[in-house]
């Protein structure tokens, strides 16, 4: 099992570009959230997706959106790109069948680390 | 609104004693408390969790207590070891949703 799998691993863009990341979950994950992690602080939630669509979603703008694909399979995009937008990104799956013990835990991948110039 | 806080940002202890680490979540409904361990370059590692009707869970050098009455919650790393040396993050969740973190404690064990 190779786990949550994130690309690409580092990303430089300038300002006002839009960028796009990508997200495999762990093999039997139907679920995937995405965060954002400035240098020095906790993850922040962004959105999570289940069954295609966007089930939750934290204080983000509209400059922040996803998509998840039939295969679990999700992609988090930016456009207009700030500054301030640099940061570790963070995919997160997890079991979305209500009422599963299991379906709290979620396990992250590795991160994509985004510089903004 | 919903808010999690943690204490202390950062904390140092020899190795082979103990680290406790606390935090205080807002949102009454939580019911699900995980604490991760995160390593220079890596992305966050679940080490243990504890859901809101239990109130302690342990797992080897690892323990976890909840009191939902003060909505307090803490981490007990016992015997510790330079490999232990990280940040961890406490979060709070409902259910399968999102989850609120805190801002992180960094742990170094001296040798």
């Known amino acids: 099992d190779a786990g949550v799998t994130q690309s690409p691993t580092h990303l430089i863009k300038t300002r006002g570009q839009q960028v796009t990341l990508r997200c495999s979950p762990k093999?039997?994950?139907?679920?995937v959230s995405w965060y954002q992690q400035a240098l020095g602080q906790g993850p922040q939630f962004i959105f999570q997706?289940?069954?295609?669509?966007?089930?939750q979603r934290g204080n983000f703008p509209d400059r922040f959106s996803g998509h998840q694909f039939p295969n679990y399979s999700s992609e988090l995009n930016v456009n207009a790109l700030l500054l301030g937008d640099s940061a570790l990104y963070l995919c997160?799956?997890?079991?979305?069948?209500?009422?599963?013990?299991?379906?709290?835990?979620?396990?992250f991948g590795p991160g994509t680390r985004l510089t903004v110039l | 609104g919903e808010n999690v806080e943690q204490h202390p940002s950062t904390l140092s202890v020899q190795e082979g004693d103990s680290a406790v680490i606390k935090c205080t979540y807002s949102?009454?409904?939580?019911?699900?408390f995980p604490w991760y361990k995160q390593e220079l370059g890596k992305g966050p590692q679940l080490i243990i969790d504890?859901?809101?009707?239990?109130g302690e869970k342990k797992d080897q050098r690892i323990a976890v207590t909840l009191n939902k009455t003060a909505k307090h919650f803490s981490l007990h790393i016992t015997e510790t070891q330079p490999e232990d040396s990280a940040v961890y993050f406490c979060?709070?969740?409902?259910?399968?949703?999102?989850?609120?973190f805190g801002t992180g404690t960094r742990l170094k064990v001296l040798a």
């Open positions: 504890i859901r809101s009707n239990v």
């Open positions: 997706y289940y069954e295609e669509e966007e089930r």
């Open positions: 093999s039997g994950h139907d679920t």
């Open positions: 997160a799956s997890s079991s979305g069948t209500s009422g599963s013990v299991a379906s709290n835990e979620q396990f």
């Open positions: 949102d009454s409904a939580s019911n699900y």
């Open positions: 979060a709070a969740s409902r259910g399968t949703y999102k989850y609120i």
